[in-house]
C-alpha cells in the first residue's frame, strides 16, 4: 500500500535550519510529482512547494522563497526538504504529499512532522 | 495569486442533514478545483478532485460541483465520521493555495 513517512521535525531556534525527509512506497515514486504542505498549529493548510517527477521544475510559496529548497533522489524513493533561516512562523506541522498527474490533486498524505522555531 | 473563499466558516449539523459548503476563487479555474477532509490530529484526506469527480473509497454521500470560480461540496447525510474540517484547493496555478476552511461540528 501507498507509504508516506516524514522525519527531521524538532525543536530549532530562530535563524536556524532543519532537513525535512519523506520516504515513499508503494508506488512509482519517480513518476510524481511530489509537495509539502504546512499547517502552523490551530490554523489551516498552507501550500509550501512542489517539485516534478525529474527535479526539472520546483516552486515555492512566496513564504518560503529563499529559505527552502525542495529536492529528490528518485533512487532512494525520498523527497528532502531544506530548511534555513527559520522563524517562528515556520512552526507548523509539515505533510509531504504526492501530486496525481491527471490534476495535481494531493492523493496521497504522509502522517506529517512538526518543526517548533524557539528560543 | 488565487485567493480563496469558503463559506460557511463553520457550521452546526445533525446526522442525516444535508450539508453544503462554498468554496470561490478569484480566478476561473475550469475544473482545477479539490476538496479535503481533516480530522483532528491527522493528514487531510482527499475526497473529490477536478470538482466533481469522486476520489476512490470515498463514500458516494460526498460529491462535488462547479466551474470558473464557484464550488460546492455537498454531505447528502451527514455520518457521525464527517464530522471535520473541510478544505477546498485550487492547483490551477501556483501557488496551489487552500480555502481558509469549514468546520462541521455537531450540533
Known amino acids: 500500500q501507498v507509504q508516506l513517512v516524514e522525519s527531521g521535525g524538532g525543536s530549532v531556534k530562530p535563524g536556524g535550519s532543519l532537513r525535512l525527509s519523506c520516504a515513499a512506497s508503494?508506488?512509482?515514486?519517480?513518476?510524481?510529482?511530489m509537495t509539502w504542505i504546512r499547517q502552523a498549529p490551530g490554523k489551516g493548510l498552507e501550500w509550501v512547494s512542489y517539485i516534478s517527477s525529474d527535479s526539472s521544475h520546483t516552486n515555492y510559496a512566496d513564504s518560503v522563497k529563499g529559505r527552502f529548497t525542495i529536492s529528490r533522489d528518485n533512487a532512494k524513493r525520498s523527497l528532502y526538504l531544506q530548511m534555513s533561516s527559520l522563524g517562528a512562523e515556520d512552526t507548523a506541522v509539515y505533510y509531504c504529499a504526492r501530486a496525481a498527474v491527471s490534476w495535481q490533486q494531493l492523493d496521497y498524505w504522509g502522517q506529517g512532522t512538526l518543526v517548533t522555531v524557539s528560543s | 495569486d488565487i485567493q480563496m473563499t469558503q463559506s460557511p466558516s463553520s457550521l452546526s449539523a445533525s446526522v442525516g442533514d444535508r450539508v453544503t459548503i462554498t468554496c470561490r476563487t478569484s480566478q476561473r479555474m475550469s475544473r482545477f478545483l479539490n476538496w479535503y477532509q481533516q480530522k483532528p490530529g491527522k493528514a487531510p484526506e482527499l475526497l473529490i478532485f477536478a470538482a466533481s469527480s469522486l476520489q476512490s473509497g470515498v463514500p458516494s454521500r460526498f460529491s462535488g460541483t462547479g466551474s470558473g470560480t464557484d464550488f460546492t461540496l455537498t454531505i447528502s447525510s451527514l455520518q457521525p465520521e464527517d464530522f471535520a474540517t473541510y478544505y477546498c484547493q485550487q492547483t490551477y496555478s501556483t501557488p496551489q493555495t487552500f480555502g481558509p476552511g469549514t468546520k462541521v461540528d455537531m450540533k
Open positions: 508503494g508506488f512509482t515514486f519517480s513518476d510524481s510529482y
